[in-house]
């Protein structure tokens, strides 16, 4: 069945520094990705999807490619700040069933 | 703007008690979902929906009945209640999910603690 892989958290990095996430997926579909974030308190909300190879997603300066070759969704961003610490989900949508199919999550804490 | 509710939003029960988990959408939406989220685990889907009377299972339904009364309500039964589900309950909702949509959006979440 699909599955998602992420970076195991939790993830602990300075202001400033900049921030991989990784993602891989299987599938035997042509998903949509999406990644999710979930602030403290609060339920998931999406950041940003990508339902196309080869295209790239981006919001609060976050981004993402869209690798249909290596079968992976990467998250990025060059300089992170306090309030990026959040739980992030990668996501791909099985199309069949109706259903999103979630990876772990990773716990991503900034420090000052 | 588009909404999903959900109450309680924090219950305690004993170990073989009954509690419902009620969700609400203001979102005019088909899909609605209802998640459980453990640490280690991420999002776990229990049941979800694709309309008023319909019920699809997820991937961890055991100890788990749900409902959908209407396009706007979902509800969540947990009959015999265990430790076992002591966990953080999300509800969601999409629209038509065809294509290149499908965004899902999240309730606040309900704490469960069995005892």
């Known amino acids: 069945g699909d599955s998602v892989t992420q970076t195991e958290g939790p993830v602990t990095l300075s202001e400033g520094t900049s921030l991989t996430v990784n993602c891989s997926y299987e599938?035997?579909?042509?998903?949509?990705l999406f990644w999710y974030v979930q602030y403290p308190g609060e339920g998931p909300q999406l950041l940003f999807k990508?339902?196309?190879?080869?295209e790239k997603g981006s919001n609060r300066g976050f981004e993402a490619t869209y690798n249909k070759e290596a079968t992976s969704f990467h998250l990025q961003k060059a300089s992170v700040q306090e309030s990026d610490s959040a739980v992030y989900y990668c996501?791909?949508?099985?199309?069949?069933?109706?259903?999103?199919?979630f990876g772990q999550g990773t716990k991503l804490s900034i420090k000052p | 703007e588009a909404a999903v509710t959900q109450s309680p939003r924090n219950k305690v029960t004993v170990t073989g008690g009954n509690v419902t988990l009620s969700c609400r959408q203001t979102?005019?939406?088909?899909?609605m979902y209802w998640y459980r989220q453990d640490t280690g685990h991420g999002l776990r889907l229990i049941h979800y929906?694709?309309?008023?009377?319909?019920?699809q299972i997820g991937d961890v339904p055991d100890g788990y009945k749900a409902t959908r009364t209407t396009q706007e309500d979902f509800f969540l039964l947990l009959e015999l209640a265990s430790p076992s589900q002591t966990s953080l309950y999300f509800c969601?909702?999409?629209?038509?999910?065809?294509?290149?949509?499908?965004?899902?959006?999240f309730g606040p979440g309900t704490r469960l603690t069995v005892l």
């Open positions: 969601a909702s999409s629209g038509d999910w065809g294509g290149n949509y499908a965004e899902q959006f």
């Open positions: 599938t035997k579909q042509y998903p949509t």
């Open positions: 990508v339902p196309k190879a080869n």
């Open positions: 996501a791909l949508m099985n199309y069949n069933q109706g259903k999103l199919i």
């Open positions: 979102n005019s939406h088909n899909y």
């Open positions: 929906s694709y309309g008023a009377g319909n019920l």
